[in-house]
């Protein structure tokens, strides 16, 4: 599958504003509490306000049936990828919750890494919007292997840590 | 909501392979068949291999209860976007169907024009995926406000016609 | 397809509190606001403390390019059904509006009726989440044809009215 | 939130055919492949035709950063849980794949255990759609915590093994 023209107006650059200034160290330092992530073997490998990469290295600890990554951890990643994503732009005494979301998987994921983002697409005061993309990575090739999109709720007055 | 900067493999130019030289005017007949369309007013505005644009223009007629377009109206011409995207890059032997689709809402449709734009990001044989995304446009400012994510499948040898 | 035995904790009678005994008469009165149900046809034919379904006729009106239901159509309807069931639940000062929604189709909607039916699965105060089944019925048969999950969110203090 | 009432049509006993007599012993071989499955701890619970039942035991390292199993697992026994009972009911030389799901979150799933069950609601040659439900059980009462709707693809003459 080669790569894709979004629409014009998804292309111009982001301009959210942040409402934490600490937002990387409280980011990051949730993610090292997701037990899941560290049994996954899961990285936090990019973050900017409403984006996060979150990646892993394939292998049979990770494997559905044929010995590709499972949806499931697909799905983790990803999740995981957009609701940090959505995190980044919460003020400090907010935590985040995930309360839906959908994930296309469009080409089996193998190589030497995978790597799930996760993009914001609307920061509201309540709920969240955000889409992932997966893809995996081997010998300098991208394949885009999973979609997503998600809905996170912000809960206020509920420090994370 | 700014506008918002996706990941680059997914702003590259798209390489979809057409394998129907006639697919435009397939795509247009089978439009101008959807009754469900020609009810909600809804016009083809924009068709290119793996892209399809469709418009309404609000009024009471596709209303909620408050005045906005109705979700459901808003999930009809996102699946048909959607669906005449995929169609185009389908052989003139096939039908398409839509397996299923998800529709987050991220802002009243309201004003002069509600355009929904789908794009093709896998084009299998048997499966095809899709996004999309919904504008409402007024004095000249669009809006995002609606996120679609769409699996299609391909019934060959059953010509659409 | 058979009709399914669902696991024993969901066919246990439902418990649901009833916070608007007023809930029926604004439920239907909200329906009838909704143009788009009236440009569909779509009339409102059960209604109980976290259920509504709503039908309609299959006809050229409603139909995509085979003479089938159109998909759309088939969400305008179980979106409504889901987003009344949920409404029947809110206080009597709240608004309803669809977050999200996800629609598998099963198989083709034709026939006497198409109705949808909507039911609550959880009545948070903020978020509420609902499941649809759409059922297609010709000469006494009913075909199951489409299945939703939605997610609602509650305005509380903007009365819908 | 109580359990809940299904349209009766959702209730009547299942009927579909089993195409592959020795369907047990060839899911439960699969399901032990799942690397995956192992590195969550999660075990094949109950498996009928069109049904499947995964358990997990919540703790630390299933967790997300409050100490709730995280959702990308919840996604990943859910996932297999439908999978699964799809995959009971195709011919002895076809492999399952996930399309998509959609999973909703109800409630915080903690407690001695947490099951997923995926049920079969439509089984088609090429796909089949399934709906799963998770519980979290603590001290004998059980607590809906996820709902999920799924779509599989059957890749014929490819033997899972």
């Known amino acids: 599958m080669p790569p894709v023209l979004l629409p014009p107006a998804l292309t111009a650059p982001p301009a959210f504003t942040v409402r934490d200034p600490g937002y990387e160290a409280r980011t990051r330092e949730s993610f090292e509490r997701q037990g899941a992530m560290r049994t996954l073997g899961a990285r936090l490998v990019g973050l900017q306000p409403g984006f996060c990469a979150i990646e892993i290295t394939p292998g049979p600890a990770l494997s559905q049936q044929h010995g590709y990554v499972h949806a499931g951890v697909i799905a983790a990643i990803v999740d995981s990828a957009g609701g940090y994503a959505g995190f980044t732009l919460f003020p400090s005494d907010a935590s985040v919750l995930t309360v839906e979301f959908k994930l ?26 955000t889409r992932g993309e997966v893809y995996a990575e081997r010998g300098g090739k991208r394949t885009l292997c999973a979609l997503m999109q998600q809905t996170l709720i912000a809960m206020h007055g509920k420090s994370d840590a």
């Open 104 to 129: 296309n998987l469009l080409a089996p994921a193998e190589g030497e890494r995978v790597v799930a983002e996760g993009q914001v697409l609307k920061s509201g005061r309540t709920l969240t919007i």
